[in-house]
């Protein structure tokens, strides 16, 4: 991914029991990407979306689509 180290954090709306996705959008502005992953497993792989994937993903849960 990036030598940078990410900056991993989960909404504040997160509480539900621990089944949360965390996402390091430090990284957006200087690599075009977001990293995710399961909040339940930090040390596990970790999925990167490019920002307007991630941009997509948040619209279409505001629209409550997802």
């Known amino acids: 991914m990036t030598?940078?180290?990410p900056h991993w954090f989960k909404s504040s709306y997160s509480e539900n029991g621990g089944a949360c996705v965390e996402i390091a959008a430090d990284l957006a502005a200087s690599h075009g990407v977001v990293p995710l992953r399961d909040s339940k497993n930090?040390?596990?792989p970790a999925l990167r979306v490019?920002?307007?994937a991630f941009?997509?993903?948040v619209d279409g849960v505001k629209a409550g689509a997802v």
Do not use: Q
């Open 55 to 57: 941009a997509a993903f």
């Open 42 to 44: 930090p040390t596990g």
């Open 3 to 5: 030598t940078e180290t």
């Open 50 to 52: 490019t920002v307007r």
